[in-house]
Structure formats: C-alpha cells, structure tokens
C-alpha cells in the first residue's frame, strides 16, 4: 500500500483484517531520508519526507487504532531516530523534523489510548546498516559515522528488530509511551 494515500491504508489494513480475521500490531517501519541543507532542500523534498514519514504514519495509526478500539486492545510500534531525539549528523532537517514528530505523536497516542488497552512505543535506532543508509552514503562516510559511535559500529536491523519484537511481546505489556534508544550509545 502507499501510506501516504489515505485510500490505500484503509484498504491495505482491511485487507489485513479480512485474512487474518483481526489486527494486534501496527510497526510503522516505512520512511525516507534526504541529505538536502534547507537552503538547498526543495519544497518537494520536503513535502515528500515530511508526507511519508509523518503523515504515512499518522494515516496507519488511525487506521490501527480503529481496529484496536472495535477489538479492544493493540499495539502500535513507532520507528524514530536518533535524528527525533536531537539532531542529525547526515540526514536534513526534513528528516529530523518528521523523526520528532513521529515522537510526538507516539506520546500524544500513548496517553490519549492507554484507557483502552492500545499501547504505543517507540524505538529510535542510530545509523542501521540498511539498504536506505547504504544506498545515501558513501562507504567511507559509514566508516566514520562507525568510528564515531562510543561502540565503534553501526547497528544491524537485527538489533533494532529485537527491541521491537520485545515492545510488541506480553513482558511490555506496562510499557507504554517510551521511546527506547538503540544507538549505541550515541546521542
């Protein structure tokens, strides 16, 4: 589905529905990176972030949430960034402006559902060695941004995929409008 036509998630959650007979979990995992410094950003680039990474994430939390409120209970996992809890070192201020949000809203969810069992987290992982990240810079800026983390390396999406795997379990079942930081140790 493209998540940021309205259209399209409601039927691509329906879809989901219809197969599996309910929804529990919403990771919203899709998002884009740009580079661009804001005097050079166009406005499309900005609209194109700022409408995949937020509102593509916006238009899937109410979606899910509809179905967790008929259901009542869900959980829905957030991916931010280290970019949402302070600022970049590669990626625009389009990108940092859309992984904070994406905080905001998770907190803003987490508080306004916690009554009706629907949990909402986050996870903010630093640089993953992602097809995305691979794909913007070059092997040599990876190696400094590795060199550069207290750890010395850049995180494996299998690292990021365990604290979401544990956000969505039974033992966080307390857990709710956090945002766990995998980034180690970077800030």
């Known amino acids: 589905m493209d998540i940021r036509d309205e259209a399209s998630v409601a039927r691509g959650?329906?879809?989901?529905?219809?197969e599996n007979g309910r929804l529990d979990l919403l990771v919203n995992n899709a998002s884009i990176v740009s580079q661009s410094?804001?005097?050079?950003?166009?406005?499309?680039?900005?609209?194109?972030?700022?409408?995949?990474?937020?509102?593509g994430t916006f238009l899937c939390?109410?979606?899910?949430?509809?179905?967790?409120?008929?259901?009542?209970?869900?959980?829905?996992?957030?991916?931010?960034?280290?970019?949402?809890?302070?600022?970049?070192?590669?990626?625009?201020?389009?990108y940092t402006c859309s992984k904070h949000a994406v905080i905001g809203l998770t907190k803003q969810l987490a508080?306004?559902?916690?009554?009706?069992?629907?949990?909402?987290n986050c996870v903010a992982p630093s640089q993953t060695l992602t097809a995305m990240l691979r794909g913007s810079l070059p092997p040599d800026r990876l190696s400094q941004i590795a060199s550069a983390n207290p750890m010395g390396r850049l995180a494996e999406p299998s690292e990021v995929a365990a604290a979401?795997?544990?956000?969505a379990s039974p033992e966080a079942s307390y857990i709710n409008a956090a945002v766990i930081d995998v980034n180690g140790g970077a800030w």
């Not at 959650?13 to 219809?18: E, H, I, L, R």
């Not at 957030?78 to 600022?87: M, Q, V």
């Not at 508080?111 to 909402?120: D, E, G």
């Open 164 to 167: 979401v795997a544990f956000l």
């Open 37 to 55: 410094r804001i005097e050079d950003c166009p406005l499309q680039e900005w609209c194109d972030v700022i409408e995949t990474n937020l509102t």
């Open 13 to 18: 959650f329906a879809q989901v529905v219809q």
């Open 111 to 120: 508080r306004r559902y916690a009554s009706s069992k629907i949990r909402v």
């Open 61 to 94: 939390c109410r979606e899910a949430v509809r179905h967790f409120l008929r259901a009542g209970s869900g959980s829905i996992i957030c991916i931010s960034s280290i970019a949402g809890r302070g600022s970049s070192l590669t990626a625009s201020e389009a």
